[in-house]
């Protein structure tokens, strides 16, 4: 669930490299880049008991620089701040289906955003609002056992949000296109670690207000985990996104805009007593960027069981 805004008094190469690296994927990301990377870590593949949850995502996202099909940065003195929140609600329900327990969830994103770019005063644009709803009706949870879990999920982001193709500020959260994607999650246990990866597959749809079409993802987020007394459990967490198909704009192929950025990080999550709450802490570094923007974030998540 990411963020971003530009042109104003970019020069007009700059612009055209902006609009061959950005436009194509509505935003400061190739591909569709509903998903924000990084946000889902320790034990993800476990789904918990039947029951109602409320978890909170917070994602403080910098980007200081625009990088190019050679990870080379091509917009001066670019930068941007987004702040991002997203309640999440899941049911796990008492019922079951193909052994697995059957859960749905649905997610409503809100975020603000100050993006600057080219000279000191180079305003490109600031925007605050409600991002594409996300939601599925098919989770479906197994248990193999104390050590193994896996979860399969096919999650639908819906164009809700409020995307003007004229502000880029409003295309943060709100793609104005359908993203579907199946989601496969697993985590394994073995005296005290943790090791648990989600990946992911997106499907975009065609944005016909831009005439843009986002090419096809990959991406997973990942955890190394270790549990110490007290409710305490950290280690090193990280995600990698890989942009499988090139975008296309008006019908027309956009050569070399094939995005990838991968994160690591250190991940902290308090759980005092295994309770109804938790929280976890996690600062990112990007690197080996490409037709994409990047910089560091800080995630914050609050667990809550009803």
């Not at 701040?81 to 049911?91: G, Q």
């Amino acid at each position: 669930m990411k963020k971003a805004v530009f042109p104003g008094t970019l020069s007009h190469l700059c612009l055209a490299a902006l609009f061959s690296l950005l436009v194509a994927a509505q935003s400061w990301a190739g591909g569709g880049q509903h998903y924000p990377n990084g946000v889902e870590d320790f034990a993800v593949g476990a789904l918990p008991p039947p029951g109602t949850y409320l978890v909170n995502y917070m994602l403080l996202v910098q980007k200081h620089a625009v990088k190019d099909n050679s990870g080379n940065s091509v917009v001066p003195n670019f930068d941007a701040s987004v702040f991002a929140e997203v309640p999440r609600l899941v049911y796990v329900t008492p019922f079951t289906l193909l052994g697995a327990s059957w859960a749905v969830h649905a997610f409503l994103p809100t975020y603000s955003a100050d993006i600057t770019a080219g000279t000191s005063s180079g305003l490109v644009g600031s925007d605050k609002g409600i991002g594409d709803i996300i939601f599925s009706p098919l989770i479906l949870g197994w248990h193999f056992g104390p050590e193994l879990h896996a979860v399969f999920a096919l999650d639908t982001w819906a164009p809700t949000g409020n995307y003007d193709k004229n502000n880029p500020a409003t295309q943060i959260l709100s793609k104005n296109i359908w993203t579907f994607e199946p989601v496969l999650a697993v985590s394994y246990f073995k005296e005290g670690f943790d090791v648990s990866a989600k990946l992911m597959y997106d499907f975009n749809t065609k944005n016909h207000s831009a005439s843009t079409e986002p090419g096809q993802e990959f991406h997973m987020d990942w955890t190394l985990g270790y549990g110490f007394k007290n409710g305490l459990i950290g280690g090193v967490v990280g995600y990698n996104y890989w942009q499988i198909t090139d975008d296309k704009v008006n019908g027309a192929t956009v050569a070399d805009s094939k995005s990838e950025v991968g994160g690591v990080g250190i991940g902290l999550k308090y759980w005092p007593k295994q309770g109804p709450f938790s929280m976890t802490l996690k600062q990112y570094w990007e690197y080996g960027a490409k037709n994409i923007a990047t910089g560091p974030q800080t995630q914050f998540k609050i667990i809550y069981a009803f």
